[in-house]
């Protein structure tokens, strides 16, 4: 089941914060962050695995809520190098391979200076 | 981290011909490739999954015989698209993971495909 991110999109200007939700109506059995420039492949920022877990990248951060049927991505005093579209991507299965991921539809980031 | 390369980076072909893409592991062996399919402004589709030595896993709805997928050895899997058509015309993107490691899935940098 393919999780589903929130919002679809999101302008802010350089310096400000923004927080992209990722959440499934079942638990998750991880949570992996994706940044992905137009043209290009993704790029990893983090995985989440156990509810409550907690992680950072430079000035982003993520958190896996208890129940691990949502994951929040801070972007915190965000820079220009923060634009592009974020995916969440889960494993549909718990054996399955950290590269088989279904991935939500994206929220794209726009940072202004 | 890992790299995975991919090529052709771009592709224009015409239709009713064939299109083969490469994904390589650069320095690591990788017994499963993963392929997706991304149409403009959407979401990272899994295809398939590429298994080194037998057949692939596709997902439902992909057609296996118009994406053929060979992972003859443990560096590389290709995508064949075969007869292409316009609705054909997407940025295919291979991934593939370190086995026996708890790290994330590294992407290769994507292929642009036209059919004209």
């Known amino acids: 089941q393919q999780p589903v991110q929130s919002p679809q999109a999101v302008i802010l200007r350089e310096g400000e914060d923004a927080v992209i939700n990722c959440s499934s109506s079942?638990?998750?059995?991880?949570v992996h962050w994706y940044r992905q420039k137009h043209g290009e492949a993704p790029v990893f920022l983090m995985i989440?695995?156990?509810?409550?877990e907690q992680m950072r990248h430079e000035k982003i951060s993520a958190s896996f809520n208890e129940k691990k049927q949502q994951s929040s991505l801070y972007l915190t005093a965000s820079q220009l190098s923060y634009s592009g579209t974020y995916f969440c991507?889960?494993?549909?299965?718990?054996?399955?391979?950290?590269?088989?991921?279904?991935f939500g539809a994206g929220t794209q980031v726009v940072v202004t200076p | 981290g890992a790299v995975v390369s991919q090529h052709p980076s771009r592709v224009i072909c015409k239709s009713g011909t064939s299109v083969k893409i490469e994904c390589r592991s650069l320095?690591?062996?990788?017994?499963?490739m993963f392929w997706y399919r991304q149409f403009p402004k959407q979401s990272l589709m899994l295809m398939a999954t590429?298994?080194?030595?037998?057949?692939?896993?596709?997902e439902q709805g992909v057609e296996k015989d118009k994406f053929l997928i060979n992972h003859a050895s443990l560096t590389l899997s290709t995508l064949t698209v075969t007869s292409a058509h316009p609705e054909d015309s997407s940025f295919y993107i291979c991934?593939?993971?370190?086995?026996?490691?708890?790290?994330?899935?590294?992407f290769g940098q994507g292929t642009r495909l036209t059919v004209v």
């Open positions: 991934s593939a993971k370190v086995p026996g490691t708890n790290t994330e899935a590294f």
């Open positions: 079942k638990a998750l059995y991880s």
């Open positions: 989440l695995l156990k509810g409550g």
């Open positions: 991507g889960t494993p549909p299965n718990p054996t399955d391979s950290w590269g088989k991921l279904q």
């Open positions: 320095d690591f062996q990788a017994t499963t």
């Open positions: 590429s298994n080194e030595g037998s057949k692939a896993t596709y």
